[in-house]
């Protein structure tokens, strides 16, 4: 199944959350609606609004709560984007220029702050506690994982633990928000928010170590992102951290060398280096198992057309590995 057969599971679905998010972007304030256009016109995958109302029909919600649910996950999403971009210095994103890049750091950071207070709006008029309770820890995760990143950049002592815990933070953590609040506003019992949870937390973990792949692995015009963008910034990704304990002395200094000084300069042979200690392919097994066990986390679900797709986007998390 394809990404584009999954789509089609919930095809109306996703139309109602994208009138949503251009709806709720909409500002008074008109550098606000500039910086929002441009979000809305950089597009992108999309997943985890296509979780959300994957996982409300998997759970058979029939109402529409689960359409701005989606669309507030999305806002947290793009908040952290916005952050991010200023945080890194990054000036490329899905292919264009980062909001930072056209608008400056200043609107960039406090754009975000509106998003954020928006998806907060639209989290409070859901009434719901359970749901404000699981996106008000959610939110503060992965603010903490935003910080741990931080502490970690250009530190070549950075060890798997550490940087599982990031990722946990920075990205599963949303994902697994977002596919339990799914379950919550259907009124499924205990035992499908739990399931459905850990689905979310371990397809976010996969798609983010598939991404700390393809960092490495891939074409800049299909991928959006430019090659080496997390060794430009010192960030000690797991190919990294793998390559550092079995390279050789040489490999290794241009492994640390690389992190601790950021930048390109050595991006030819760390890359040699990740290639020739199989940090790439460790990795990307690393990011299977994290689909497998996804997989099984659904097991509880009742059978359903939704059910398979959630199965199928675990399956598309993986695929560009190799």
């Known amino acids: 199944m394809t ?20 709806a709720r972007l909409k500002s008074a304030v008109p550098l606000v609606d500039q910086v929002a256009e441009h979000i809305i016109a950089g597009g992108g995958k999309r997943l ?72 907060f709006q639209m989290m409070a008029a859901l009434v719901s506690h359970p749901v404000m309770e699981i996106m008000a820890n959610a939110t503060n995760v992965i603010a903490e994982g935003e910080v741990l990143q931080l502490m970690n950049a250009h530190d070549p002592d950075t060890t798997e633990q550490r940087y599982l815990e990031v990722i946990y933070r920075k990205t599963a953590k949303l994902f697994e928000a977002g596919a339990e609040v799914a379950a919550v506003l259907a009124g499924s019992p ?40 997390d060794l430009a910034e010192g960030k000690p990704t797991l190919p990294l951290i793998h390559a550092l304990k079995s390279a050789d002395d040489g490999e290794r200094t241009a492994i640390r060398l690389a992190i601790q000084n950021g930048g390109l300069t050595q991006l030819e042979p760390v890359i040699a280096a990740i290639e020739h200690t199989g940090g790439l392919d460790y990795t990307a097994r690393l990011a299977r198992q994290e689909s ?16 398979e797709g959630l199965a199928a986007l675990a399956r598309f998390a993986v695929e560009h590995t190799t």
Request: charge should be negative; aromatic fraction near 6%; charged fraction near 25%.
């Open 3 to 22: 990404l584009e057969d999954i789509r089609a599971l919930v095809k109306a679905d996703l139309g109602s959350v994208d009138q949503v998010i251009r």
């Open 48 to 119: 985890r609004p296509l979780l959300v109302v994957l996982a409300g029909r998997a759970c058979g919600h029939n109402g529409s709560d689960h359409i701005e649910a989606a669309a507030f996950i999305e806002f947290v999403h793009t908040a952290t984007l916005l952050h991010d971009d200023v945080v890194d210095g990054s000036s490329m994103r899905r292919g264009r220029d980062t909001a930072n890049e056209v608008f400056g750091n200043q609107t960039s950071v406090l754009v975000g702050d509106f998003v954020y207070s928006r998806a």
């Open 190 to 229: 205990t035992q499908i928010r739990k399931a459905l949870a850990a689905y979310g937390r371990h397809l976010g973990t996969a798609y983010q170590l598939v991404d700390d792949v393809l960092d490495y692995r891939s074409n800049p015009a299909e991928r959006g992102k430019n090659l080496g963008d």
């Open 292 to 307: 497998e066990r996804a997989l099984v986390a659904l097991e509880p679900l009742p059978s359903s057309a939704f059910k």
